[in-house]
C-alpha cells in the first residue's frame, strides 16, 4: 500500500473515531440543542445576502424577513426558556410583517397596498406586544387611558367665551 493511501486511511479512521468519541460524550447533542434556531436564522440572512448581491429578485425579502426573526426568537426562547412565548407571541406577526416590508420598499416597482398591509401587521404586533407585556394590568391602564382621554375632551381647552361646545349663544 502506498504511503499517501495509508495517510489518508490513517486520518479517515482518526477522524471517525474523533466523531464517535464526541457523539458518545454528548457534544452533538448539545450543539443540536443550543445552536438549532440557526437552521432559521442563517437561511434568512443568506436570503437577504442573496437579494443584496443581485442574485435573487426582491420577493426573496419575504421569507428572508421571517425567518431571521422567526431564528431570533426562537434563540430567545431557547436560551432563556419556552416559557417566553407568553410574551413573545406577537413576533410570529413581526416576522412576516418584517418580509414584507422590506419587500415593499426594496422592490423596483413598489406597491403601496403591500407596504400598508405590512405596517398594519408591524403595528398589530406592536400593540399585541403591549398588551401580552402589559398582562391582566393592562385592562387598569387601558380604563385610565380612557377616562383620562374623555376627560381631556370633556374639559380641555375650556371653551371659549361666547360658544358653548361648539354652538353660539342666541
Known sequence: MPNNDKKAIGIFIL???LIILLGQWGVFTFLGKVFWPLLIFIPGVVL?????????PAWVLIPGGTLTVYGIVFSLFNTWGFHLVEFLWPAFILGPGIGLCEYSLLEAKRQKGMYYVSLALIGLSIVLFIFSLLGPFFLYAFSVILILAGAWL???PPPKSGKQNGWRKM
Not at 437577504?48 to 435573487?56: I, N, P, Q, S, Y
Open 154 to 156: 370633556l374639559f380641555w
Open 48 to 56: 437577504h445576502l442573496a437579494f443584496a448581491t443581485r442574485a435573487f
Open 15 to 17: 477522524t471517525a473515531g
